[in-house]
């Protein structure tokens, strides 16, 4: 996680125009006398700096909690319309991307195989009570079953095939592949909750 100080320094660097500092120190509380005192100070020399507009976030931020100054930050930055800046900032934090979501989707309506969802957090887990572990643990070694049996229809029906065509081998081992890639996702899932059991 950035210094906070870093964080103010590079708002300030990348809020340049006069209109886009205005919008910022309105969202941070600031009137407009003293929005218009920060854009002076950033043209006090002959070269344009953002000394005002450090200043102003650094002033603002003396009014803040430590526990608080990002999320307030990040919310000004939004309004004021610095979204991407505030995103890039602040990025939220997901145990699963959007493209690994939509990734196992695929996987599942493939195979006619329901996938779990995100695993949840260590914290989270520790936290559950131990039947609903148990209870988890039992539906994924269900699961584990099902794709184990799926996997063997695979087999049989390359069998079957007496002269493969190179299509089919390669959506055959494609199959496979990601059978075995699911196979080892819930046996490691299948693994983490019975730590937690083993713990409870």
């Given at each position: 996680?950035?210094?906070?100080?870093?964080?103010l320094?590079?708002?300030?660097?990348?809020?340049?125009?006069n209109?886009?500092?205005?919008?910022?120190?309105?969202?941070?509380?600031?009137?407009?006398?003293?929005?218009?005192?920060?854009i002076?100070t950033?043209?006090?020399?002959?070269n344009?700096?953002?000394?005002g507009t450090?200043?102003m976030?650094?002033?603002?931020?003396?009014?803040q909690?430590?526990?608080?100054?990002?999320?307030?930050?990040k919310?000004?930055?939004?309004?004021?319309?610095q979204?991407r800046?505030?995103?890039?900032l602040?990025?939220?934090s997901?145990?699963?991307s959007?493209t690994?979501?939509?990734?196992?989707?695929?996987?599942?309506k493939?195979h006619?195989v329901?996938?779990?969802?995100?695993?949840?957090k260590?914290d989270d887990?520790?936290?559950?009570?131990p039947?609903?572990i148990?209870?988890q643990?039992?539906?994924?070694?269900?699961?584990?079953?099902?794709?184990k049996q799926?996997s063997k229809?695979?087999?049989?029906?390359?069998?079957?095939?007496?002269?493969p065509s190179?299509?089919?081998l390669?959506?055959?081992n494609?199959i496979?592949?990601?059978?075995?890639?699911?196979?080892?996702?819930?046996?490691g899932?299948?693994?983490?909750?019975e730590r937690?059991?083993?713990?409870?």
């Amino acid at each position: 996680m950035a210094n906070f100080e870093d964080v103010l320094i590079k708002v300030a660097r990348e809020v340049f125009q006069n209109s886009e500092i205005g919008s910022l120190g309105r969202e941070l509380g600031f009137t407009p006398t003293d929005v218009q005192r920060y854009i002076a100070t950033n043209h006090k020399t002959h070269n344009i700096t953002w000394d005002g507009t450090l200043q102003m976030l650094r002033d603002w931020r003396k009014g803040q909690e430590i526990a608080t100054e990002r999320e307030g930050l990040k919310t000004a930055l939004k309004k004021a319309g610095q979204i991407r800046l505030a995103d890039e900032l602040f990025p939220s934090s997901y145990s699963v991307s959007q493209t690994e979501m939509q990734d196992r989707d695929v996987k599942a309506k493939r195979h006619n195989v329901e996938i779990p969802p995100p695993s949840i957090k260590e914290d989270d887990q520790e936290k559950r009570d131990p039947n609903d572990i148990r209870k988890q643990l039992d539906e994924k070694r269900a699961m584990l079953e099902g794709i184990k049996q799926r996997s063997k229809i695979v087999e049989w029906k390359l069998t079957d095939l007496s002269k493969p065509s190179s299509k089919h081998l390669h959506t055959s081992n494609m199959i496979k592949g990601d059978i075995q890639e699911t196979l080892a996702d819930i046996n490691g899932n299948c693994n983490d909750i019975e730590r937690k059991k083993k713990r409870n």
